[in-house]
Nanobody
Framework: QVQLAESGGGLVQAGGSLRLSCVASGSIFSIIAMGWYRQAPGKQRELVATMPTLGSTKYADSVKGRFTISRDNAKNTVYLQMNSLKPEDTAVYYC?????????????WGQGTQVTVSS
């Protein structure tokens, strides 16, 4: 099994910054990608940013230029630096890790961390 521990959410004013962290532990064989998704009330979960082990980083258009994803592979940790936050960024943010095990891809999710941006 794989466990994901998220931290860093909270309440911030518009224009402020937050940094989310997610540490993966457990039976980690080969990480395909680490990333962040978010879900606002009444909306579907959407991709925020993902960083594959091989390949290009991808961002949602709504966060390009404001959010930066990074990884520390030695610590199996992914970060999301969020700057110039807007009220529309308010959501529960979920860490996602895709792992390759025995030629199959598995998705693991964190418990979610609330980010609230006040206007």
């Amino acid at each position: 099994q794989v466990q994901l521990a998220e931290s860093g959410g909270g309440l911030v004013q518009a224009g402020g910054s937050l940094r989310l962290s997610c540490v993966a532990s457990g039976s980690i064989f080969s990480i395909i990608a680490m990333g962040w998704y978010r879900q606002a009330p009444g909306k579907q979960r959407e991709l925020v940013a993902t960083m594959p082990t091989l390949g290009s980083t991808k961002y949602a258009d709504s966060v390009k230029g404001r959010f930066t994803i990074s990884r520390d592979n030695a610590k199996n940790t992914v970060y999301l630096q969020m700057n110039s936050l807007k009220p529309e960024d308010t959501a529960v943010y979920y860490c996602n890790v895709k792992i390759l095990k025995r030629l199959r891809e598995y998705d693991y999710w964190g418990q979610g961390t609330q980010v609230t941006v006040s206007s």
